[in-house]
């Protein structure tokens, strides 16, 4: 089997494939872990996690603390960032020299159904494996430099901390980075060009985000858009729709949104829209040829493209497996509150169910929202006519460990009243999914 790809899909097909006994080669033209690793999940969460910190201080005094924040020393985070990245890289080194794979650097190039060059040689194998991920996406008239113009991949890498920041995108990229910069002391602004932050996530949620930024002092302009950036020795911003004004700031970041990276292919496999068309095992229209991960444009997120690999490797070995459903996938942002979902959102199930059932509690109002003072955050919980749970919602602190709950209620095809039913914790933030749960027919003993 030849893997095109060491990021999350491509080295867990790698290190399950082999665990089954099967000859596997990995390919890959960048760092060893690919995106999420070197310039995504890992040192996102490791600046997150300083930013939480610098929070803390921040809003210590209203809890009886006498500190204060001086500043950051900006090196020393980055260095941090960088030792987090190494350890993950370094961690899928191992697994590969454990598992004995073998791994060819290099760019790969589809010649055929069963055989890839890389560095003037071809590979010849009966599988294959295409785990390209993805890459930002430019607008027509801001194109990303890694200068003055940011992906999310440069925002990462910068070498001091910008004193104003504006983001292109409301979206989870946009606001866990202005959550970061804000906290390291930038003045952030956001222009988002729909009506809501979070746009594709559901309308409590964008609620909590949008009373989040306010809270933070970050700025944002909804149903706009960026039509010009000028350089010059900072950067003249151009804003339109329903906020018309013009913003000089030193750094723009661009995080619009990503795309698929196919391989270089002498087969037709990419679709219209740019991404490689799999059926539900997520193989393409050649047999033995499967896409995971970004690449395939079903859901562009890590957890995502190791379902991905298990599903894809299973059918490779003729094993009984589910196909791939995005309905079962969480997702979460990593700001505080933390955000996460699972399932369909309120407006996405008013389409396609005739009568739904709709259960919220405010996280303020549970036990571990009145002992920590914690004024922001939900649980909502969707349901159709007969109880059955299609998508929950919840802003809170850990939400995206315990979002895990939703999902598992959601795979289980469980009723709101079932998971109502189980005992949670007291005093915790959970206990809000129960609360939401009960809600749904108006049963929660705590909403009055």
Do not use: W
């Amino acid at each position: 089997m030849t893997i095109i790809g060491s990021g999350p899909g491509g080295y867990v097909a790698a290190v399950l494939a082999s665990k089954k006994g099967i000859n596997v080669t990995v390919i890959e033209k960048g760092p060893i872990g690919g995106v999420c690793t070197n310039y995504g999940c890992i040192p996102s969460k490791a600046l997150l996690s300083t930013a939480e910190k610098i929070e803390t201080i921040k809003e210590s005094k209203r809890n009886g603390i006498k500190a204060q924040f001086n500043g950051v020393n900006f090196d020393r985070i980055m260095s941090r960032k960088e030792r987090a990245v190494n350890v993950s890289r370094k961690a899928i080194k191992n697994l590969f020299q454990k598992h004995g794979i073998n791994v060819v650097e290099g760019e790969a190039q589809i010649i055929s159904s069963d055989e890839i060059k890389v560095n003037g040689d071809v590979i010849k194998s009966d599988y294959m494996v295409i785990a390209t991920g993805s890459e930002p996406i430019s607008l027509p008239d801001v194109q990303i430099d890694e200068n003055y113009i940011l992906s999310s991949k440069g925002a990462l890498e910068l070498d001091q901390v910008p004193d104003s920041l504006l983001i292109i995108g409301g979206g989870y990229i946009g606001l866990e980075m202005a959550y970061i910069y804000s906290a390291m002391g930038s003045e952030v602004i956001i222009v988002e060009l729909m009506e809501k932050l979070l746009p594709n996530m559901d309308k409590d949620l964008s609620a909590v985000a949008e009373q989040m930024m306010k809270r933070k002092r970050i700025k944002f302009f909804m149903g706009s858009k960026v039509t010009e950036v000028e350089e010059n020795n900072t950067l003249e911003v151009q804003i339109e729709g329903k906020t018309e004004k013009s913003i000089e700031v030193e750094k723009v970041l661009c995080a619009v949104g990503r795309k698929p990276t196919p391989p270089k292919s002498e087969i037709d496999i990419v679709s219209e829209k740019g991404h490689i068309e799999v059926d539900g095992k997520l193989q393409t229209n050649f047999e033995g040829i499967y896409a995971i991960g970004d690449v395939n444009g079903k859901s562009m997120l890590a957890h995502s493209a190791f379902k991905q690999a298990e599903i894809a490797l299973k059918d490779i070995l003729d094993e009984e497996t589910k196909s791939f459903s995005e309905l079962i996938i969480p997702a979460g942002i990593y700001t505080h509150p933390e955000m996460a979902t699972v399932g369909l959102t309120e407006e996405e199930a008013r389409e396609k169910e005739s009568e739904i059932e709709v259960g919220k509690f405010p996280m303020s109002a549970t036990g571990r929202g009145s002992s920590t003072g914690e004024r922001m955050g939900v649980a909502k919980v969707i349901a159709d006519s007969k109880s059955k749970i299609l998508g929950v919602h919840l802003a809170c602190p850990g939400a995206t460990d315990i979002i895990m709950e939703a999902a598992t209620a959601i795979e289980k095809e469980m009723t709101a009243k079932e998971l109502s039913e189980l005992i949670h914790p007291h005093p915790t933030y959970s206990e809000a999914i129960k609360e939401a749960a009960e809600n749904v027919s108006g049963e929660s003993v705590h909403s009055g």
